[in-house]
């Protein structure tokens, strides 16, 4: 009997799954393109934003373990990849920092997810995940 009901639990998390890939395809949600740390006030959750350039890795590590209290945050801030974006949804565009560990080109175009968490509140960063738009 442990062996039918295993089956039917299985079989139900499938079907589970292809309802929601169905839905995605549907709606157009893409899946995460991993994650990304930014200021709270920055955040503009699924507005489109364009990468501009990327940060000296000298600036990114500046930035990232500049802490205003003496506690280091990062510890290894050189993980990290610095980009400067461009939110396109006013008249005049808002220009901020990005960080991930990944790579994005530049003329990338991306969203950031309603999934926010404080990464740091010494620094006010927050985490988010990626979205390709």
Known sequence: MKGDELQQANESLETDASVFDAFKRQTGEREPSGTALLFA???YPNVPF?????????????????????????????DYN??????????TPIYTFLFTRRFLPTGGRFRLGSDPTYFSTNLNLLEVSLVKS
Request: net charge negative.
């Open 82 to 91: 610095g980009f400067v974006i461009s939110y396109g949804f006013h008249e």
């Open 50 to 78: 364009r990468v501009l350039g990327s940060l000296p890795a000298t600036i990114t590590v500046a930035i990232l373990d500049e802490p205003p209290d003496g506690v280091q945050v990062i510890s290894q801030p050189d």
């Open 41 to 43: 006030r920055d955040y």
